[in-house]
């Protein structure tokens, strides 16, 4: 029961940071809201905010044993985030390109919001993972 109490307080003082967290990212856009490349650069932080939550996440499933199996080092999770950053960058400079063919600032304003975007995707798969492997601990 104490262990159930404990994960339940976890879980919301974590919630209660995402939220505050959300909170300061919503008032940087609304502080910005005349300048594209302002925006774009609370867009850089949010995105980096998730990425650290993305490389903390990974850090984790390697410290696993279980994933000793997978990996024939650390090393090959920190080139598997290299690779899909490399690939994340490329697609979302491509995408913010799209915006205004490179003209104007809108496109590095697309480009950030993307790098959000996907960061956000990679994350809940990287959850999805951890996720899979509690399910089916024995």
């Known amino acids: ?8 307080a976890a879980a919301l003082i ?5 939220n505050a967290h959300a909170s ?14 302002a925006m774009a650069k609370c867009n850089e932080d949010e995105a980096n ?7 903390k996440r990974m850090n984790s499933i390697a ?19 290299s690779d899909w950053e490399r690939f994340r960058n490329n697609y979302c ?3 913010g390109y799209a ?6 600032t809108i496109s590095i304003y697309q480009s950030t919001k993307c790098l959000i975007d996907m960061n956000k995707r990679f994350l809940d798969d990287v959850e999805a993972i951890v996720n899979i492997y ?3 601990r024995t």
């Not at 905010?49 to 490389?55: E, G, L, V």
């Not at 410290?63 to 985030?81: C, E, G, M, R, V």
């Not at 915006?99 to 104007?104: E, R």
């Open 1 to 8: 029961m104490r262990q159930k109490i404990g994960y339940l």
């Open 14 to 18: 974590t919630a209660t940071a995402i």
């Open 24 to 37: 300061l990212y919503e008032e940087c856009l609304d502080k910005n809201y005349m300048s594209d490349r």
């Open 49 to 55: 905010t998730i990425m650290a939550q993305i490389r």
């Open 63 to 81: 410290a696993t044993n279980y994933f000793n199996n997978w990996a024939s080092s650390k090393d090959d999770y920190q080139k598997l985030l």
């Open 93 to 95: 400079s491509l995408n």
């Open 99 to 104: 915006y205004s063919q490179g003209q104007g």
């Open 134 to 136: 509690k399910e089916n």
